[in-house]
């Protein structure tokens, strides 16, 4: 990755990222930082699928809101969530950059139950408006923990399929490469996002 820069964006300087990974990888804090640091909008695609009362989203009635919400943001955007199926390859064929944030199982597993419980107490929002957790919930085979626990490995062999294809310097796609995976502890996202901070404000110097 040393050859590239942190993030690629497009020939006029846009930058248009998709934040993906299984949840609890830290998708939200990621594209909503990433996206305060670029100055274009965040879209949590959570908050497209789930209507308040955790009422689904129809497939159709989603494409068109998510595609309608992308056009208007003419200078890029920030996006996290996956939603292929619903959604296809709306977001992905877009994107400038797909950022796959890969941490150790070990390391996002507790830090979703943590979350699960803050919502539970309302110390922290909800994955989307009028979706508050409940205990019923939470215990359930609908709950993000399960979620979480049983998708981890799909969610994987997903995204090391979609690197392959698009993977920086190691895609077959090479004209379409633009995926790059951020794993380990934590230290590779944190230099990922100081670089980031640093290509910002030396293209705000050179503007200046």
Avoid at 161 to 182: A, F, H, T, W
Wanted: some cysteine.
């Amino acid at each position: 990755m040393a050859s590239y820069p942190p993030l690629l964006g497009d020939r006029n300087g846009h930058y248009r990222v998709h934040v993906v990974g299984n949840c609890g990888a830290g998708k939200s804090t990621t594209a909503s930082a990433l996206a305060k640091t670029l100055g274009v909008p965040y879209l949590s695609l959570d908050t497209f699928f789930w209507q308040p009362g955790w009422k689904k989203t129809p497939g159709d009635e989603m494409r068109a809101n998510v595609t309608a919400a992308l056009d208007a943001c003419k200078n890029g955007w920030v996006v996290d969530g996956n939603y292929e199926k619903r959604l296809g390859p709306i977001v992905q064929s877009l994107a400038t950059d797909v950022i796959w944030l890969d941490p150790p199982f070990a390391l996002y597993f507790p830090r979703i139950i943590l979350r699960t419980f803050l919502r539970l107490l309302r110390l922290e929002p909800p994955c989307s408006p009028g979706c508050p957790e409940t205990v019923s919930e939470v215990f359930s085979k609908e709950s993000i923990i399960w979620w979480c626990i049983t998708y981890h490995r799909l969610v994987r062999r997903r995204n090391t399929e979609k690197m392959n294809l698009i993977g920086l310097g190691v895609g077959s796609d090479l004209s379409g490469q633009k995926m790059r995976r951020l794993g380990g502890w934590g230290s590779e996202l944190r230099q990922w996002m100081q670089d980031v901070v640093g290509m910002v404000a030396m293209r705000k110097a050179k503007k200046d």
